[in-house]
């Protein structure tokens, strides 16, 4: 038989966080895993729209950290030590540092404000780094609630908006698509 996708569970406006602790699904941490399942999910349009190989592989294992951290964040932090919940490791931030300096060699110097755009590829990284941002800023409000917020969260999505911005560059460098560059009214 089948495992039924529904429960019922939630028609009241409750979820359960890993560990069976229910809170309303309005709360700061049901929002925190939330948009880093947003995140993932733009992230895998970017690597259906991305030619290059070795990003596409390195964002396939930005998806597996991206489930490691929603699980972090969707656990009752009461209860996680003595879970098995997967860890976000140093080497995961310096990954995402060795990519950014790799794809920085190439590229032009930054001269000017870039405007999103230019290629879908080029569009949807810049769609998927407003989406890290949020995801950034609603876990820095859910530290300053919680306060037992691992920091390593909070690094690794900092270094992967970085991340995204440099690779929407790098996208559109490989594409032959001339960045939009911001030119004020003045």
């Known amino acids: 038989m089948a495992l039924k ?27 925190s895993y939330g948009t880093v399942d947003e995140l993932n999910s733009w992230i895998g349009v970017v690597r259906d729209h991305l030619g290059d190989e ?3 592989s390195t964002l ?11 699980s972090a ?12 919940i997967p860890d ?17 060699e190439t590229l032009e110097p930054m001269r000017a404000f870039i405007l ?5 590829s080029v569009s949807f990284l810049h769609v998927a ?17 919680d306060g037992d917020l691992e920091i390593l969260i909070l690094q690794y999505l900092n270094r992967l908006s970085d991340y995204l911005f440099v690779l929407a560059r790098w996208a559109a460098h490989l594409s032959g698509v001339e960045e939009i560059k911001w030119k004020p009214r003045v």
């Open 54 to 56: 070795a990003s596409r």
């Open 5 to 31: 996708i529904y429960t019922k569970t939630g028609d009241k406006g409750t979820t359960a966080l890993i560990g069976g602790t229910r809170v309303p699904k309005s709360h700061l941490r049901i929002d």
């Open 129 to 145: 780094r407003c989406v890290c941002r949020r995801a950034e800023r609603l876990c820095v409000a859910l530290q300053e609630v």
């Open 73 to 84: 964040l969707a656990c009752d932090p009461e209860k996680e030590p003595k879970l098995k």
């Open 116 to 120: 999103p755009g230019g290629a879908p």
């Open 88 to 104: 976000l490791k140093t080497a995961d931030v310096e990954l995402l540092e060795r990519e950014i300096d790799r794809m920085n």
């Open 60 to 70: 396939s294992e930005i998806q597996d950290r991206l489930f490691t951290l929603g």
